[in-house]
């Protein structure tokens, strides 16, 4: 699933941020995401939607099937030639938390008078949901007590 | 601390993605936010870790202090004119979790084959952090049980 960035090591980011940000730092990559994640799969929706140039459109959603975010489908209307509809991959669904963390961001601090544009609840128990620190046995952290370490490049002594 | 976004509603993006993205969504910005996350705060600093164009650093760190994500603080060293550094805000800091899903979806898909480069841990007790959904009373919440809702714009049927 994970795909190594091709090419020489030195020749990529150390950093992870960066790595992310080379498939995903541009503000309409994101945006064509969060369409993609309201359902949205159709390049005229995609389109309609956005009101993103028809070449930028084609130019991000072919950057994000190359970095295997998102992946093709073929469809046919009747009487239509057949057309792609684009999907997230795994890698793509996983990135529900980045556009999460970014929701909940810009509800705090770049709110609007009439509140969240969406809501996140559980399926269960419909209980809100929010984006925060956990530890590997699912137990929350408050961002206090997250320690941030830079890691030695291997072979470092 | 949370400041309404100016101007009239209609003009401002029903999307807290989008409006979050006003202010962070070009790849700069997240890395010079980045940068002072890991303890730069000097413009010359910043830009010798970076490799950025000054009148671009310029640029970017003067729309972050407008957005009240970044703050600056005065400084003089001797025999030097005053300058300023530059800090996380409230709002500043609480990217920590942005920051956070972005570095974890590029360790998993974009990995490099000598592992990350930063590591999240508690200070209290070592164990590894990692981001995550979370009902308001800390429980962890599987991705496959978080159900999103567009909200209604308030005054519709």
């Known amino acids: 699933m994970a795909r190594q960035v091709s090419g020489p090591e030195e020749d990529q980011p150390a950093c992870s941020i960066e790595r992310s940000l ?6 309409w990559s994101l945006l064509v995401l ?17 009101g993103i140039a028809p070449n930028l459109l084609s130019t991000r959603l072919k950057l994000l099937v190359e ?6 489908r073929t469809y046919q209307e009747p ?17 529900d938390i980045v556009m999460a963390s970014l929701q909940q961001w810009g509800d705090r601090h770049r709110p609007r008078p009439s509140g969240p544009s969406v809501r996140r609840r559980t399926h269960s128990t419909g209980q809100a949901v929010r984006v925060g620190f956990l530890t590997d046995d699912g137990r929350e952290v408050p961002r206090s007590d997250v320690l941030v370490t830079a890691m030695r490049p291997s072979g470092a002594a």
Chains 1, 2 share one sequence.
């Open 22 to 27: 080379q498939v995903l730092g541009e503000r």
């Open 67 to 72: 970095a295997d975010v998102l992946c093709t």
């Open 79 to 95: 009487g239509s030639r057949q057309r792609q509809s684009y999907h997230l991959t795994d890698a793509g669904r996983e990135l």
């Open 34 to 50: 969060r369409e993609i994640f309201a359902g949205r799969h159709r390049f005229a929706e995609i389109q309609a939607s956005l």
